[in-house]
């Protein structure tokens, strides 16, 4: 080919694929897929499915996040509940490697209780508030799910909602 022909057209695959800057930056956030459901919405000529993702993310240092985010596929749907947790980043204050206090929070039918626990102790929680408090950082507590729910999604953001709670320690 001559030398004015663009570069897209040698090859004959047509366009290069689009490289985003967040596609080369290393993310420090680990993340975890923690409920992934197909939803169906009937239209007149039938059903149309789509499947939504509940995503935490978290440094361990203190940053996490919880993103909700429908798509055709499963893998669109984790790239946007991914970005929708990054919108959602919180900074809770670690004490060490639990937290500084006692705290309770509740969210729509899922009630939490996440309380400190000694050096060594290890994180006893179970389900979405382990998920949560593992990329959150915490090493050292005890979680309960006290609400009547088992939906994975109210149990995590009820879990964001007792460590917005929490203060600084002294």
């Avoid at 993103?67 to 947790?85: E, N």
């Avoid at 060490?96 to 039918?109: C, D, L, M, N, Y």
Wanted: with cysteine; proline share 5%; charged share 30%.
């Amino acid at each position: 080919m001559d030398n004015k022909t663009p570069q897209r057209m040698q090859g004959g695959r047509g366009r290069r694929p689009s490289r985003r800057r967040e596609d080369f930056i290393k993310d420090p956030f680990k993340e975890k897929v923690l409920d992934l459901r197909r939803v169906t919405r009937v239209m007149a000529g039938g059903k149309r499915f789509k499947f939504r993702v509940t995503l935490v993310i978290g440094d361990e240092e203190g940053n996490v996040g919880v993103g909700i985010a429908k798509g055709a596929d499963v893998q669109s749907a984790i790239q946007k509940a991914k970005r929708d947790a990054k919108k959602n980043l919180y900074k809770i204050p670690l004490k060490g490697r639990t937290i500084p206090h006692e705290v309770q929070a509740k969210f729509s039918a899922a009630k939490v209780l996440i309380r400190p626990a000694p050096k060594g102790n290890g994180l006893k929680a179970g389900g979405a508030a382990r998920v949560v408090l593992l990329l959150a950082g915490v090493k050292d507590a005890t979680a309960k799910c006290l609400g009547r729910t088992n939906n994975k999604l109210t149990n995590a953001l009820a879990t964001m909602k007792a460590l917005k709670e929490l203060k600084q320690p002294e």
